[in-house]
Structure formats: C-alpha cells, structure tokens
C-alpha cells in the first residue's frame, strides 16, 4: 500500500532475536495524524514492529536489526540519533497501565522534569494540558496529589496517555492499550485515540479486530514476521486482498 | 474447526436460497397463468405470503449473526447481500401476484389478447432472468450474474417497444389496461433481477456495480 503522506517509512526492516527471525522484510509508509493499526496471531512480531519505531527493542540483548525507519524523513537508526529525543518524540503506552508510584500530579510532570521542558506554573499548565489531552483531567482535577494506584485501571491507562502526552511527542505507540480493562474504560480510550490522532500519529497493536475497525484509518496484518496486508481500515474489513487477512479477521484460523 | 458464526450462516443460506426457489415458482405459476388465461391468484398469493415470512425470519438471522459476532470480509458481505437479496425475492413473490390480480380483476382470463407478440417474448426473458438470478446466487457466481445487463436492456427495448405499440391501439378496453400494467410488472421483475445480480458480484468479488 503506498501512503502518499508518511511521518514514518519503515524501509527493508529485519529483526532478530539471537538466531530468531522476528521481523522480515518490512516496508511500510505510516501517515500522519491517523491511527495505523497493526493486528496479526500471537507472535507474529506485531510489538517488536512498533518498538522498532523508538528503539525499544536495543533494550533486548541480542536483539538485531536491520534496514532503516526515518522519522519525518530523518534517520532512526543512525549513530547521530539522540535515542532520549527519539523516546520523547516517540511515546508509548503499554499494555498494563504501568504508573509510577507516586502522585497524580507527579506522574505527569516527570517527564517534563526530566528533558527540563518547565518548571513552576509553566509545568503546572503543561500538567493539566496532559490530563485533558489524556480526557482524565474532569476527574482528577480535585486530587491531583492522591497516589495514582488510587485511580481505576481505566483512568490509570488514561494516566498513562496523558504521561506520554506531558513530553510532546508527535508519534504515539499503543501495545494493546485497552486488553487489561472494561468495556467502558475501552470505550473512553477508543474516543481518546479518535481524538489523538487530529495531532499525532498514532500506532496501535491490537487483537481486538472490532476495535482495529472501529478506531483505526489504516490496517496493517501481519503473519510470522511479514506485512501480509496494508490498507485503508474498511477495505481490509470489507475485502482483504490477501486469503491470510481474509482467514484471520473472519477467525478460519490464528 | 467450525466457527459459531458457520451454523447461523449455513441457517441464513438456506433460508436465501428457499425464498429464491419460492419466488422463482411463483412467477412461474403466476406468468402461466396469465399465458394461458387462468387464474392463479390464490396460489400465488399463498406464495407470496410465504416469501414474506421469509423475508422477515431472514432479516432477523442477519441481525442475530451481526449482534452475535460482529462479521467481517466475506462473512459480512455475504450478510449484507443476504439481507438485500431477500428483500428482492420479497419484491418478485410482489409482482407475481400483481400480474395473478391484476389479470383476474380486469377480465382477461376469457381469453387473453396481448396486442402483439411482444408480450410472449417479454414473458419469456424476464422468467429467463428470474431462474438466471437464482442459478448465480446458488452458485455465487459473478460471470453469470453480470450477463443479466445484458438481458435487462433486452427487457427495455421489448417493454418500450411493447408501450409504444400498445399506445397505437385505438380502442382501449381491460385488455390494454392488463397488457399495459404486466408489462410494467415485468420490467420491474427485470430490474430486481439486476439487483440481486450485483449483490452477488459484491459477495463473490467485493466490487459494488451497477448491472443496469
């Protein structure tokens, strides 16, 4: 599929772990102000993919990669690359909310603290900006030094969002975001993304194909380490070129 | 391993397909009749009826299955067409029983005069297109559905040619009124036949296009 506006092109990528094969061959514009959502079974290097992206998966010894991601047409994996920048441009939201154990308000203001973005009021701003970018602010608003383990796990994923949101980054990643939480606490995520992405570029890992057609512009399938399919989200939902898509998103198989 | 959804989507098919052959049968019934000045109303009627009940038992699975398991790709389309299709076979079942009421109600089982051989010809393309219909939904096939343009346009030539003759006779009685109005009743019979046809194009290959 050729995106004609790309904020990310994954170019010839490779992935190994030790002797294992993770990532095969990858080419993949993703746009702009959009959500890409990348679904495919179990072990088929969907979250390697997107760690890709922000050279997470360097974190892994033995891990190997090859080929090349530019961001807005610049390097990721050059020997210039600023991997703190990098990891603040490109925020993540994992699967478990994962607060710190520390207050609300400190939560948010960590990052910020730590690329010494602000201080005082302007860090204050940049807080409750976070919080209603992350549509938590409304009901955190009146107890912003409580604990952040005192929020529910939907509001911590919403923590969660609005940390990363706190650094400015332009590209989001989300590694399953809404698999450890309710229906409604989905349903506010799912609104949150739909939101994100007027401003950022949002990439998501899901295997809830109904929430990959629901929040998503663009559906990527991947199988055994390979981009199988990538397209607008209602043409793969409606007609997958491929006969894998087709199997897996109607359940014949994964 | 059989899915869950397999068992409602076997249940719907079967239920599409009996429509098609309950529908395709009551225009047969209904058309011989009308050829050969008999009268078919009740019988026609009570397949209608049963196409009708069809219809709603149909449109109420297709909604089950969407509720139950959120569908997608094929299983989608073929839902959606399902759903569609039904209401089309509802609409032939429709027309036959006009032409059963239409033709007892204005007098022409005396002895039917159709003006010319335009109609006999009409009867027997758009009956053509009917079993055509039902043949490709079985089948799924796209190729045999796409030829029914082809056979469409036919029925509108015929059916133009037919009004504009029947527009030239100069004295009107209820045979003209009969000819006139089953002859109507036909070339809709034609344009839902089309309509079933590219639903099967869109279950078999996704594209959505117009056969008219």
Known sequence: MVVNKVKIDIQDLNVWFGSKHVIKDINMGIKPNAVTAVMGPSGCGKTTLIRAINRLNELIRGSKTTGEIYIDKKKVYSKDTDIFELRRRVGMVFQKPNPFPISIYENIAFGPKLHNMADGEELEAIVEKSLKGGALWDEVKDRLNDNAFSLSGGQQQRLCIARALAVEPDIILMDEPCSALDPASTAKIEMLIRELAENYTVIIVTHNLQQAARVSDLTAFMYVGKLVEYGSTKRVFEKPESELAEEYITGKFG | ?212
């Open chain 2, 1 to 212: 391993m059989v899915r869950l959804l397999d068992e409602g989507l076997e249940q719907l098919t079967t239920m599409v397909y009996k429509s098609g052959e309950v529908a395709k049968s009551a225009i047969k019934t209904s058309l011989n009749a009308f050829m050969n000045s008999k009268d078919a109303m009740d019988e026609v009627r009570a397949l209608s009826d049963v196409i009708s009940s069809l219809t709603v038992e149909i449109e109420n699975k297709a909604f089950e299955l969407i509720v139950k398991y959120q569908p997608v790709a094929s299983d989608l389309r073929i839902i959606n067409s399902y759903m569609k299709i039904a209401y089309d076979f509802e609409r032939y079942g429709r027309y036959a029983w006009d032409i059963s009421f239409t033709h007892k109600k204005l007098g022409a089982l005396g002895g039917c005069d159709f003006a010319t051989d335009l109609m006999p010809k009409l009867v027997e393309k758009v009956s053509e297109m009917v079993a055509k219909s039902v043949k490709a939904l079985r089948e799924h096939d796209a190729k045999l559905a796409k030829t029914l343009a082809e056979t469409e346009d036919e029925v509108d030539a015929l059916y133009f040619a037919y009004l504009d003759q029947l527009s030239k006779v100069r004295k009107q009685n209820n045979f003209i009124i009969c000819n006139l109005l089953v002859s109507r009743y036909l070339e809709r019979i034609a344009d839902h036949t089309t309509y079933v046809g590219e639903a099967i194009v869109y279950i078999a290959t996704g594209e959505k296009i117009s056969l008219r």
